[in-house]
Every structure is written in structure tokens, then in C-alpha cells.
């Protein structure tokens, strides 16, 4: 939902809360709709970064289309707000089909995702009972990371056939977990190779089988932005990039200046004898993910800028308790002179995390002439749907 701003700026709302760039949130979903569109791929957008329909309808604005989601609270705000060809990406407990059937039942095509024996088994059980199709594609692990049945793993064919036999195999799914830590262009493009082929192996051994396969579907955000033969694929998901994050920008998908998430925090105290600026903007506003530590620059909890976006030298969000942030000097900068009172914006390590500790969106345009006020004027607040 989108409501009202009108005469408001980043100065006025209570602290901390979430910004939204439109400007640079519609220039990263351009950049990567334009990408697929030369690789004749579809994009089939991920919505639980923002989990939120003005989000969509910035990726897809054409109206709603296909989208992936993490939970079924979000496949059904997305249902209520007119999505209706819907991946649900996470493995599919059997005690949630009920609310799968009210889906389908509902005229939305809900793809559920399986890895086992008896998650198939269950699936082919409820819909003979209901008598409906529940539509479901194997997940296929490429690299090692989290689940998904490997190629050339026994239990693919089984599966297969458990869910053919039913009328249920809809494709495979893949997802290149291990693209997060790819840290070169040439590295990205080996983990794109290898998420492409293991879909298109998995979906051909099916295919072989006398099983018909009609998705075959990857995707990442490091991957997405790497790929450069997707020749076999259907679709490709991604979600991070419509607001991308310190840790995108670290493995080089993207630049500081796309980064379209910060949460405005504001200064309520020094410690000069740590060198520490404190801030009402603690893990709960920012999360507690720390994905840049292990990156060559480590970003703390995040970079810091003023209240208009200007990127403040050598600060960083060090350390956090739950509602305190404490920002210090690094590289050799001084620390700024910034009063009690003082607006901030802090980009976030990890724009899913960080945007999930909010309810909704502050949205301001960066792409907008400046209207020379001391803060960016509030277009208007985007709420977030389907969190549970």
C-alpha cells in the first residue's frame, strides 16, 4: 500500500526508519530486466527482499507477472494485491499444503519445491485426495549449498516419477548459494555456468525418463549479472537487486551509488574517549547480519551517510546493541564533528535482513532536481506485506 508524504522530509519522521531510492531502485530493476531480455530469458522477480507490491510494480511495470516468494503469507498478500503465477521457493512442508489447495483454488498457479522422497510422496497424496493439481518443481543443488538433490543423485528420477505419476512435475529449480562468495567477475560467470548447467542436466534426465518438464529455472544476484548463456533455462529469479546492499557492492555486482536501502538514524550521544559517535539506530533497525566480514573490506554494520545520501569518509557503523549504534572512524579520517540531533543514513550489509526490520518505506527520489531543502522530501511510505 501506498499512502501520503506530502510536505514531509527525511527530518521528520520519528527515527530509525527505512528509505527507499526510487530513483536508483527503478535504475537497478532496468539494468537487470535489460540483461535478461538480450539473454531471451524471463525474469521471474523475488519479493521477499522488500515484500512489498509498490516494490513489485517497480520491478514489473507492466503490471503483475511472475514472481517468486519465501513464504506463504507472502504468496497470499501477493494473491490479494492480483499476482497470480507465483514460485514458492522454500522447501514445502507437507502440513502446509492446505493452504497451497486454497491457492490453487483460488485460480493462482502456486509452484511448491521439494527435495525428497517423502516431501513428493506427500504432495502426490493431497492431490489426488483434492483432486486438483498442486504443481512442483525438484530443487537441484548446484554447489553445496543448503538443499536440493545433486544431477546425477538416484532420488531425482524417483522423485520424478512420484510426481509425474500424479500429474504434479512442473521443472527444476536451482540456486547458486555459493555465488554470495564469488569474488570476481570470472568467478561469477563459472558459478552462472555451472547453476545453468545443473538445471539443464537435471531437467534432460527427467526429460529422458518420458517426463515432461517445463521449467527449468535458476537464479541469484550475483549470478543474474554474470550469466551469459542461459541457452536451456526458462526463467531466472533474483531479488536482492532491486535494492542491492554493502555485500553486493563488495563482491563488485554493484557500486555504492546503486545502493537504494538506508535507514535514517540519528545521533543522541559521544563517547570521545572510544571514539565513538552513538546513534538511536541499533541491530534491530540495521539486523545483526554481518555478511561483509569475510569480504576484503569488512563494512561493519554499515557505511554511513548524511541525511541527503553524501557518503561520510571513513565512517562506519562498528557495533551495535539493540536500539544503540556506534559509528568510528577508520583509514586514518577523524572523526566528523556531527551534534546530538544530527540525521544519518546508514546502508545496510544485507538488504533482505535490514528491510525486514521495518514495517514499511520512507521513498525518496534521488533522480528528482533538489529542491534545496536541508532533507530529501518524502514521495510517499510503501508499506511491507506478508512477513510471517
Known amino acids: 500500500m501506498t499512502t501520503s508524504a506530502a510536505l514531509l522530509t527525511l527530518n521528520d519522521p520519528d527515527t530509525p526508519f527505512a528509505v527507499v531510492d526510487v530513483h536508483r531502485a527503478r535504475r537497478n530493476a532496468r539494468r537487470l530486466e535489460s540483461r535478461l531480455d538480450r539473454l531471451g530469458v524471463r525474469l521471474r522477480p523475488h519479493v521477499k527482499t522488500a515484500k512489498s507490491l509498490p516494490v513489485a510494480a517497480l520491478m514489473q511495470p507492466g503490471g503483475p507477472g511472475p514472481i517468486t516468494v519465501s513464504t506463504l503469507a507472502e504468496a497470499e498478500a501477493f494473491a490479494d494485491g492480483g499476482y497470480t503465477d507465483i514460485t514458492y521457493a522454500v522447501g514445502i512442508d507437507p502440513h502446509k499444503l492446505p493452504r497451497v489447495l486454497a491457492l490453487l483454488r483460488r485460480g493462482v498457479t502456486l509452484r511448491v519445491l521439494l527435495d525428497s522422497p517423502e516431501q513428493a510422496t506427500a504432495i502426490a497424496r493431497t492431490a489426488r485426495e483434492a483432486g486438483t493439481r498442486i504443481p512442483a518443481l525438484i530443487e537441484v543443488d548446484c554447489d553445496g549449498h543448503r538443499g536440493g538433490v545433486t544431477v546425477d543423485d538416484p532420488s531425482l528420477v524417483g522423485i520424478g516419477r512420484t510426481l509425474h505419476d500424479a500429474g ?221
Open 168 to 388: 504434479c512435475l512442473s521443472g527444476v529449480l536451482v540456486h547458486a548459494g555459493e555465488s554470495y562468495f564469488a569474488t570476481t567477475p570470472s568467478d561469477r560467470r563459472k558459478a552462472a555456468a555451472n547453476e545453468r548447467d545443473a538445471a539443464v542436466a537435471a531437467a534432460d534426465r527427467l526429460r529422458v525418463e518420458g517426463f515432461h518438464v517445463d521449467t527449468v529455472s535458476v537464479g541469484s544476484t550475483p549470478t543474474a549479472h554474470a550469466a551469459e548463456d542461459l541457452t536451456g533455462v526458462t526463467e531466472v529469479r533474483a531479488g536482492n537487486y532491486v535494492f542491492f546492499d554493502l555485500v553486493m557492492a563488495g563482491l563488485g555486482v554493484c557500486r555504492l551509488d546503486d545502493l537504494a536501502l538506508s535507514v535514517v538514524v540519528t545521533v543522541i550521544g559521544h563517547r570521545p574517549e572510544h571514539g565513538w559517535i552513538l546513534t538511536d539506530g541499533g541491530w534491530m533497525a540495521m539486523s545483526r547480519d554481518r555478511g561483509t566480514a569475510d569480504q576484503a573490506q569488512d563494512q561493519g554494520y554499515g557505511l554511513v551517510t548524511d541525511v541527503r545520501g553524501n557518503l561520510l569518509p571513513g565512517l562506519v557503523m562498528s557495533g551495535a546493541s539493540q536500539e544503540h549504534g556506534i559509528l568510528t572512524a577508520r583509514d586514518g579520517h577523524a572523526l566528523p564533528d556531527l551534534p546530538i540531533g544530527t540525521r544519518l543514513r546508514v546502508l545496510p550489509n544485507h538488504a533482505c535482513a535490514t528491510a525486514a526490520q521495518h514495517r514499511g518505506y520512507h521513498v525518496v527520489d534521488s533522480g528528482e532536481p533538489d529542491a534545496g531543502g536541508s532533507a530529501p522530501a518524502v514521495r510517499a511510505v510503501w508499506e511491507r506485506v506478508g512477513g510471517w
